[in-house]
């Protein structure tokens, strides 16, 4: 049945599961009044001890091709930043197994929402990436948290070139756990499957377990991504030319400063 109001969010409470759903235009950008409703969502299903499993996709054709850059605006960033790493953080911090469905456009802020999952089963074709680097911007999340899932030089790679790339090589780095040519939904069935038949306390204590450790390292990392952000990147000429230049659909024209 649904449980949310579907215009940006489309909650469906199937126990042992709770599928959250992306709905937003073609690409399913994640704009604030998106993440007012996924974050009411997942308060939501908190409330529901008989849910084990949170389920993310987007509608249509794609996950998401992330955050949307009116949001990067410097009178609008502040409010963005403390909205979206809200969701991350609840995420992160929630005792439900959380499985991320990818398809299409995976990039930026929706990258970063399928890297704060525990499993991600990604279609081989998907487009991943952390472009905000060409807008003179980066992505906090990826910043703070990247290099424990992928390695240090292989973060720093995505994270200062914004290169895309595809779900076999997420695989491969280790941002997604499984990649599938076709049939998807197949492949995210069996993962339902395995998760149905397991008790839901058992699952939140050993999720507990598994991140005991990184939870302290990722709030730590993303606090201070989050003050270079707002106190020192976006005080900058290139950051403020590069959001300019992607709304007047023109090259940026960088100064260094």
């Known amino acids: 049945m649904k449980s949310a109001d579907p215009s940006r969010i489309q909650l469906l409470s199937e126990p042992p599961f709770a599928r959250l759903i992306l709905v937003h235009g073609k690409q399913n950008v994640i704009d604030i ?15 529901q001890s008989e849910i084990s499993t949170i389920v993310i996709s987007g509608s249509g054709e ?34 439900r197994v959380t499985l991320a469905v990818v398809r299409g456009y ?18 081989e074709s998907a487009h991943w990436g952390f472009p905000e680097i060409k807008l003179g911007c980066f992505p906090p999340v990826a910043a703070a948290a990247l290099a424990a899932v992928v390695g240090q030089k292989r973060a720093a790679e995505l994270v200062l070139t914004g290169r895309m790339f595809d779900g ?19 492949a995210v069935s069996e993962y339902e499957r395995r998760l149905k038949v ?3 306390a058992a699952l939140a204590h050993a999720k507990r377990a598994l991140y005991s450790w990184d939870a302290a ?29 992607w709304m007047e659909k023109r090259e940026a024209q960088w100064k260094g400063k």
């Open 106 to 123: 995976c990039l930026g802020g929706g990258a970063e929402l399928a890297m704060a999952c525990d499993i991600v089963v990604t279609a």
């Open 62 to 95: 794609h996950f998401s091709s992330g955050v949307d850059i009116e949001s990067h605006a410097p009178d609008r960033v502040q409010e963005m930043l403390e909205k979206f790493h809200g969701i991350i953080r609840k995420l992160v911090r929630t005792r």
């Open 168 to 186: 076999r090589e997420a695989v491969q780095m280790g941002l997604a756990s499984r990649a599938v040519r076709m049939k998807l939904d197949e």
């Open 217 to 245: 390292h990722f709030e730590k990392g993303l606090a201070r991504a989050e003050e270079i952000y707002l106190k020192e990147l976006i005080q900058t000429e290139d950051a403020r030319e590069g959001i300019r230049a």
């Open 33 to 47: 009044p998106m993440m007012e409703e996924f974050a009411r969502a997942m308060e939501h299903i908190e409330s």
């Open 198 to 200: 397991l008790s839901p």
